[in-house]
């Protein structure tokens, strides 16, 4: 018995690293029909992951899938909770084959190639997260996390992509997303793609973030120049 128990714990201490081994951020490149370089990356957060493409010359986003996730051996089995290419797929349970050496990644049958970006640092924010709530004139005014309505921003140790999405609708409101750094309570997102307006891509907006009792709390000026406090939590 006492054998038995000891290979159990075993398993799960493999089956828990190979789940820690995809945590970070991946990508890859293909060609268009039309001669575009089309730039994919793959967030994994604990629990939660993304998939962008977007053209890696201008910015132009094309498409993004994402959702809850869990590792089964070689499978990671997936519940949609955001498609743009397929919005029918919400709410479905999908799973692929992968294979995995540290720092490339195979992705189901026909092994799509990922390169390893981070392994979820140096971020500090590195995790999904869900807007929770703003501050306005001085007051807070939370939200419901649990509701179908969500603004999820997903970040790896390196990179960032937001998402607004409805999942009893199937509605996809925007994404945007690319490189991030956080020092000193200062956090910098450099945009590589939007999806509501291509022009975004390129700049480099800095926060004040504060992390009060596991919360995030975002301070500075939007895409648009408002002011804006933002509170998010963790997933």
């Not at 089309?38 to 132009?60: K, M, N, P, S």
Request: net charge negative.
């Amino acid at each position: 018995m006492k054998r038995i128990m000891l290979l159990l714990i075993s398993f799960a201490f493999v089956t828990s690293v190979n789940a820690q081994g995809l945590i970070g951020a991946w990508e890859t490149t293909t060609t268009s029909e039309d001669g575009k370089e089309l730039r994919t990356v793959a967030i994994f957060a604990d629990g939660y992951q993304a998939f962008t493409t977007y053209d890696a010359r201008t910015g132009a986003f094309v498409k993004t899938h994402g959702g809850s996730w869990k590792l089964e051996d070689n499978t990671v089995r997936e519940t949609i909770e955001f498609d743009t290419a397929n919005p029918e797929r919400v709410g479905s349970d999908v799973s692929y084959e992968i294979e995995h050496n540290g720092d490339e990644l195979s992705l189901g049958d026909n092994l799509v190639k990922f390169k390893r970006i981070d392994a979820g640092s140096p971020g500090e924010l590195q995790g999904a997260w869900l807007m929770s709530g703003r501050v306005r004139d001085g007051e807070t005014r939370l939200r419901d996390t649990d509701g179908p309505r969500k603004t999820m921003k997903i970040l790896s140790g390196t990179r960032f992509q937001w998402i607004a999405y409805n999942t009893e609708t199937r509605q996809f409101m925007g994404t945007g997303g690319g490189t991030y750094t956080t020092d000193n309570g200062e956090y910098t997102e450099n945009i590589e793609f939007f999806s509501r307006d291509d022009s975004k891509a390129g700049l480099s907006l800095k926060f004040n973030f504060e992390l009060v009792d596991g919360t995030w709390h975002h301070k500075g000026f939007s895409s648009k120049g408002d002011p804006m406090h933002e509170i998010w939590s963790i997933r």
